[in-house]
T-cell receptor, first 114, second 115 residues
Framework: KAGVTQTPRYLIKTRGQQVTLSCSPISGHRSVSWYQQTPGQGLQFLFEYFSETQRNKGNFPGRFSGRQFSNSRSEMNVSTLELGDSALYLC?????????????FGPGTRLTVL | DQQVKQNSPSLSVQEGRISILNCDYTNSMFDYFLWYKKYPAEGPTFLISISSIKDKNEDGRFTVFLNKSAKHLSLHIVPSQPGDSAVYFCAASAKDSGNTGKLIFGQGTTLQVKP
């Protein structure tokens, strides 16, 4: 079974631009969660999508948004980029069962904002 | 408010010995706990999990122990191997449906296994 894939792996943008990151979950997984990893804050939950609906959301500003398609693939968008958005963005997929939460992560997209 | 804490930023052990990584949590709503291993420039790799209805779960060289009264869990790796050198994250999730898909991570412990 193929793992979680994320594209692109690396991205360099300038302040004020917007960016879209893509995530393809493991086949059969209907839940996709997004996380931001920075040296200072560690791994922080952004949001989760299940069956094309946002089911849960972390404490990030509205500039961070996402969506999920009918094939469970998900995209994350960050608008009006700030220097502090530089981070490793990770997506994780799971079956989405309440009470069990084994999530399987992709390799991440390294975003650098200049 | 750090709900999941890994108080040891680093740990160094000799190959063949036991590695014990510790994790504390504060939220009594957490009912599922996971350990992940992460190499640089890669995503975290799932290692082992435990439900709050158990106090121990074993998978090969990895065993996780959960002490609910102390809100503490630990990961034991026996025997430790040089390939185990990585950053280990403890994560927790809460039982209510409003928290599906959300893992709360600790800050990580860097394990170095010396040959």
């Amino acid at each position: 079974k193929a793992g979680v894939t994320q594209t692109p792996r690396y991205l360099i943008k300038t302040r004020g631009q917007q960016v879209t990151l893509s995530c393809s979950p493991i086949s059969g997984h209907r839940s996709v969660s997004w996380y931001q990893q920075t040296p200072g804050q560690g791994l922080q939950f952004l949001f989760e999508y299940f069956s094309e609906t946002q089911r849960n959301k972390g404490n990030f500003p509205g500039r961070f948004s996402g969506r999920q398609f009918s094939n469970s693939r998900s995209e994350m968008n960050v608008s009006t980029l700030e220097l502090g958005d530089s981070a490793l963005y990770l997506c994780a997929s799971s079956l989405g069962q309440v009470g069990r939460n084994e999530q399987f992560f992709g390799p991440g997209t390294r975003l650098t904002v200049l | 408010d750090q709900q999941v804490k890994q108080n040891s930023p680093s740990l160094s052990v000799q190959e063949g010995r036991i590695s014990i990584l510790n994790c504390d949590y504060t939220n009594s709503m957490f009912d599922y706990f996971l350990w992940y291993k992460k190499y640089p420039a890669e995503g975290p790799t799932f290692l082992i999990s435990i439900s709050s209805i158990k106090d121990k779960n074993e998978d090969g060289r990895f065993t996780v122990f959960l002490n609910k009264s102390a809100k503490h869990l630990s990961l034991h790796i026996v025997p430790s191997q040089p390939g185990d050198s990585a950053v280990y994250f403890c994560a927790a999730s809460a039982k209510d449906s409003g928290n599906t898909g959300k893992l709360i991570f600790g800050q990580g412990t860097t394990l170095q296994v010396k040959p």
